[in-house]
C-alpha cells in the first residue's frame, strides 16, 4: 500500500489549481442514466471514487470516454443491467446515487445496501422511504434494495434530516415522475445545485434549489447536455488549512470562494490573511495560528467534511479550540493519529478539545477515513522532521495528485509505492 512521506517545516508559496468537486461529479454522472443521449462533462476530477462510479455505471451498460483534458462523455443508450452489485457499492456508498436515476427511467432498480464506514452508520433510510412516497414498491432483500415502479407519481417529501444524496436520489427519481414533487428540508449544498443546474440543462423543470424546498414537476423524457463540474470546496479549504498550519503564500486558481463562506470566515478568525476574486483565492499566513471553535452544520454551516483539516489546525493554535462534530457519529478517527504527532486532543462524545501546542513531532501516522487522510497531511506538513502517512489510498479516493500539487508550492512530500514502503 502506498505511503506519503512528509518532510514538515517549509512554508508554502506558489499557485495551484483546484479540481472539480467530487460530491458533485459523483452524482451528475448517475444523471446519465436518465436519458438515451450523451453527457458532456468537463472539469471531472481524476479520482478513485470517479474511477469506481465509471465502473459502476459500465457494470450497467453505460458507455464512457475518459479524455485528456478532465472531460468525460457518457451515454446510457444501451443499458443492460439494471443491478449495482455489493463488490462495487461497498467500495463506495455513493453508488446509492443509481438507484433514484434507475427507478425513474426504467421502473426498476436491485441495488446494494452500502454498508456504514468509518465515519458512521451512514443508513440510507430516507432514500428508500422517498422513493416509496412517489409510489415505488421497494423494499431490502439479501442486503440489497430492491426496487419496482411502472410510473413514478410526484409527491411532497420530508426527509427526517437534511441528507445531501438524499435530495439528490429523491430529485433525479422526480424528474421523470407524473406531476409534482416537493422535497422539504432539502440539502442545499452547492453540489445539489451543480446537479440541479445539470438536469435543468438535460430539460428538467426544478426550482428552489439551493433552499431547503426544492420543488420538480415532472417531465416525460429528458435529452444530453454539456456541464462544467463545479470547484472542489473542500480541496480549496484542504489547502487554505494547509497554508494555516504550515504557513506561506498561496493562490489557489479555479476555485468558487461563494461556495466557501464559513471555511474563509474560521480560516480569517484564525489569523489567515485571505483575499478573493471571482475563481481565485489567496491566502497568507505568517505566525502561530489563533484557536478556532467549531460546529459542524448542512450547508451553509461549516461542512464537516472540513472539521478535521480544520482540527489539524487548531492542534498547532496558541490556546484551546472546541470542536463539536454534529452530523456524523464517528468523525474523530484522526484524533488518534494527530496525538501521535504531539497534539493535546481530548474526546468527548461528539466534542473535541484541542489545547493548541508550540509544535508538532512527525511520527508514522495511519490515514483511517478520506477527509482524515488530509488532515494528517495537513499536520505533517507543520510538524518537525519525517512523517509517515500510511493508507494513502483514503486520500486518493477525494484529492487528485495532493502531494503533486504539494510540492509545486514547494513541500517536501513524496510518495512511497509498494515496495518501497516496506
Ligand atoms: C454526503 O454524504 C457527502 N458525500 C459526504 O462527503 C458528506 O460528509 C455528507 O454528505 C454531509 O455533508 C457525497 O456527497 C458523495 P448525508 P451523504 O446523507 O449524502 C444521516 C466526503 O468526505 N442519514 O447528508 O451520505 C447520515 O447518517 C464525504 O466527501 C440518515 O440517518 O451524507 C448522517 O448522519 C464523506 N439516513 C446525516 O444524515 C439517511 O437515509 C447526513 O448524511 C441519510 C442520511
Known amino acids: 500500500m502506498d505511503k506519503l ?70 451515454t446510457a443508450d444501451q443499458i443492460s443491467s439494471l443491478e449495482a ?45 422517498g422513493l416509496a412516497a412517489l409510489g415505488a414498491d421497494i423494499h431490502i432483500e439479501h442486503g440489497y434494495v ?18 445531501v444524496t438524499g ?29 440541479a443546474e445539470l438536469l435543468i440543462k438535460m430539460g428538467a423543470r426544478i426550482s428552489g434549489h439551493g433552499s431547503d424546498r426544492i420543488v420538480i414537476d415532472g417531465v416525460e423524457s429528458l435529452h444530453g447536455a454539456e456541464h462544467r463540474i463545479i470547484p472542489d470546496r473542500i480541496e480549496a479549504g484542504s489547502f487554505l488549512c494547509a497554508v494555516g498550519a504550515a504557513r506561506g503564500d498561496i493562490t489557489l486558481r479555479g476555485a468558487a470562494p461563494e461556495t466557501m463562506g464559513a471555511t474563509i470566515a474560521k480560516l480569517r478568525e484564525a489569523g489567515l490573511e485571505i483575499t478573493c476574486g471571482d475563481d481565485w483565492i489567496k491566502a497568507s499566513m505568517d505566525k502561530r495560528p489563533r484557536p478556532v471553535d467549531i460546529r459542524t452544520h448542512e450547508y451553509p454551516g461549516f461542512a464537516t ?9 487548531d492542534t ?25 504527532l504531539g497534539a493535546h486532543i481530548d474526546i468527548d462524545g461528539h ?5 493548541g501546542a508550540p509544535r508538532l513531532s512527525g511520527a508514522t501516522v495511519m490515514a483511517t477515513d478520506l477527509r482524515a487522510s488530509a488532515s494528517l497531511v495537513i499536520a505533517g506538513l507543520a510538524a518537525e522532521g519525517e512523517t509517515l502517512v500510511e493508507r494513502i489510498y483514503h486520500l486518493d479516493r477525494g484529492y487528485e495528485r495532493m502531494e503533486h500539487k504539494l510540492r509545486t508550492l514547494g513541500a517536501r512530500i513524496d510518495r512511497l509505492t509498494g515496495k518501497e514502503t516496506t
Do not use: W
Open 305 to 313: 467534511d472540513m472539521q478535521a483539516q480544520l482540527m489539524a489546525l
Open 351 to 355: 466534542t473535541a478539545v484541542v489545547r
Open 85 to 129: 452489485p455489493y463488490d462495487l457499492v461497498k467500495t463506495m456508498r455513493a453508488s446509492i446515487l443509481v438507484l433514484g436515476p434507475l427507478v425513474a427511467r426504467f421502473g426498476q432498480a436491485r441495488v446494494s445496501l452500502p454498508g456504514g464506514c468509518a465515519i458512521g452508520q451512514r443508513p440510507v433510510e430516507q432514500h428508500i422511504q
Open 316 to 340: 498547532l493554535a496558541e490556546g484551546t479550540s472546541v470542536i463539536v462534530e454534529t452530523i456524523f457519529e464517528n468523525r474523530f478517527m484522526h484524533v488518534q493519529e494527530l496525538l501521535r
Open 5 to 74: 512521506r512528509i518532510v514538515g517545516g517549509t512554508p508554502l508559496r506558489g499557485e495551484i489549481s483546484i479540481s472539480g468537486a467530487k460530491n458533485a461529479a459523483l452524482p451528475i454522472l448517475c444523471a446519465g442514466l436518465l436519458t438515451a443521449d450523451s453527457l458532456s462533462l468537463t472539469n471531472v476530477p481524476r479520482l478513485n471514487d470517479i474511477s469506481t462510479t465509471l465502473r459502476l455505471l459500465g457494470n450497467l451498460g453505460v458507455r464512457a470516454e475518459r479524455h485528456a483534458d478532465e472531460s468525460v462523455t457518457i
Open 167 to 195: 435530495t439528490e436520489n429523491l430529485m433525479m427519481a422526480a424528474v421523470l415522475a407524473e406531476g409534482q414533487t416537493v422535497l422539504e428540508n432539502a440539502a442545499r449544498e452547492p453540489e445539489v445545485v451543480d446537479l
Open 146 to 163: 430492491v426496487a419496482r415502479a411502472t410510473r413514478l407519481k410526484g409527491a411532497v417529501i420530508r426527509t427526517d434530516m437534511v441528507t
